[in-house]
């Protein structure tokens, strides 16, 4: 069972990272004249997409519905979250590739291809969900009922039986 101050000390965690990512989207631009700083940024924001990814595994794993073996039910609640937290992943290796070594070699000239500027879009639009989704996710899993035996887990495993 998640007790409440290990809750809010993942909780933190989570938020702590999920700001990280938002200033990073916000404010590496402003670093495009230094390509090395702005890939340790880059590094740094994937990696933290990464680990929020791993924090809220570990947090499906601790429920009481996952040790139950209900994988499905959290799987189906949670599919969103999981697919998106994956797609945006991908969207940000993939612009931060691409961004990087488009300017590494010439950091002084604005390039902006069409094709960057689609991925880029894309990026932001899937950050904004991520944001929105994961947050919920992550406060949605502090709920108790995931971590006791309730009414409404054994109607969800017998409609998982039946």
């Known amino acids: ?14 938020f702590l990272l999920l700001s990280y990512d938002v200033f990073v989207n916000s404010f590496s631009e402003l670093l495009r004249t230094a390509p090395a700083a702005q890939l340790v940024l880059f590094i740094i924001q994937d990696i933290a997409i990464l680990f929020n990814v791993i924090i809220i595994f570990l947090m499906f794993f601790n429920t ?19 697919v998106l937290s994956a797609a945006y992943l991908a969207f940000s290796i993939s612009f931060h590739v691409w961004i990087v070594n488009l300017r ?13 500027q689609t991925l880029y879009v894309f990026q ?4 904004t969900l991520y944001c929105y989704f994961y947050k919920r996710t992550a406060i949605h899993l ?4 995931f971590y006791q035996d309730s009414l409404w887990l054994r109607k969800e495993f017998a409609q998982f039986r039946g």
Do not use: H
């Open 1 to 14: 069972m998640l007790q409440t101050s290990n809750y809010s000390l993942v909780l933190s965690l989570q």
């Open 104 to 116: 590494w070699r010439d950091s002084g000239r604005f390039i902006w291809t069409e094709g960057l």
């Open 124 to 127: 932001r639009l899937a950050a």
């Open 64 to 82: 009481f519905v996952f040790q139950a073996g209900l994988v499905n039910l959290l799987f189906n609640k949670f599919k969103g979250t999981i």
């Open 142 to 145: 502090g709920d108790p009922l």
